[in-house]
């Protein structure tokens, strides 16, 4: 293929916009989700104190508060920000049950709130693994083995109709789609700005996209 049959056969794919690319997403983070919380249901039986058994979406569960402790603290611009300290008991899929140290802070008409897995009879914080620890690493790895794969795309897009190629119009080596989804973290780095560039930009590319010349077309 020459250079110019390449060009021709990229600007002859309808380009994906935003929306269609975030609905994609949605759907393959939440097949790594229902892939990955059996391993932790299993891990529950098997390892308990190793793992927080928490089904995606905080599903199944119930929390009751035990305890709560309220106090103020002055800023140094004058306001004053109510704190209160709370402990709460979550029970999940009517079996494992955790207890949580959560720290509310108040000010301004906005909360910010700070959780923190503590031992039930000391009361001291613990770290065990939970399933947000893993879910977007697989995600990552997922999605780019699937990318640069026969089908050039995970199942959340061939579900929407898209795949992804390179500035030739064809399957994205490994390392080209090792670069864009990494190049993923840049558009993190942008409060969003990098994936929402896919709505305005002339090839619906987000940053990621331009960094591995790459595009997002419907198949």
């Not at 990229?10 to 690319?21: E, L």
């Not at 402790?69 to 709460?88: C, F, L, M, P, Q």
């Not at 061939?158 to 994205?172: Q, S, T």
């Not at 942008?190 to 987000?206: D, E, L, P, Y």
Request: contains cysteine; hydrophobic residues 45%.
């Amino acid at each position: 293929m020459t250079v110019e049959d390449a060009e021709e056969n990229t600007r002859n794919c309808r380009d994906a916009g935003f929306w269609r690319r975030f609905a994609a997403l949605f759907i393959d983070y939440n097949i790594v989700l229902i892939c990955l919380f059996p391993v932790f249901l299993v891990l529950g039986f098997v390892a308990p104190d190793s793992v927080v058994v928490q089904p995606p979406y905080g599903l199944f569960s119930t929390s009751t508060v035990l305890d709560s402790e309220i106090s103020k603290e002055k800023n140094a611009d004058g306001s004053v920000t109510a704190i209160e300290i709370r402990h709460v008991e979550k029970t999940y899929l009517g079996r494992w049950t955790y207890l949580y140290r959560e720290e509310i802070r108040s000010n301004a008409g906005e909360d910010k709130i700070i959780t923190q897995l503590v031992d039930r009879q000391t009361r001291l914080d613990i770290k065990r693994a939970e399933l947000g620890d893993y879910d977007l690493v697989l995600l990552l790895i997922y999605v780019t083995l699937a990318e640069c794969s026969r089908l050039q795309a995970s199942l959340g897009k061939l579900a929407l109709g898209l795949k992804v190629v390179d500035d030739r119009g064809e399957r994205p080596s490994l390392l080209r789609s090792i670069g864009r989804n990494a190049g993923k973290a840049i558009s993190l780095f942008t409060v969003f700005i990098g994936f929402m560039m896919a709505g305005w930009t002339a090839r619906k590319q987000a940053l990621h996209d331009k960094i591995a010349s790459c595009y997002v077309v419907r198949a």
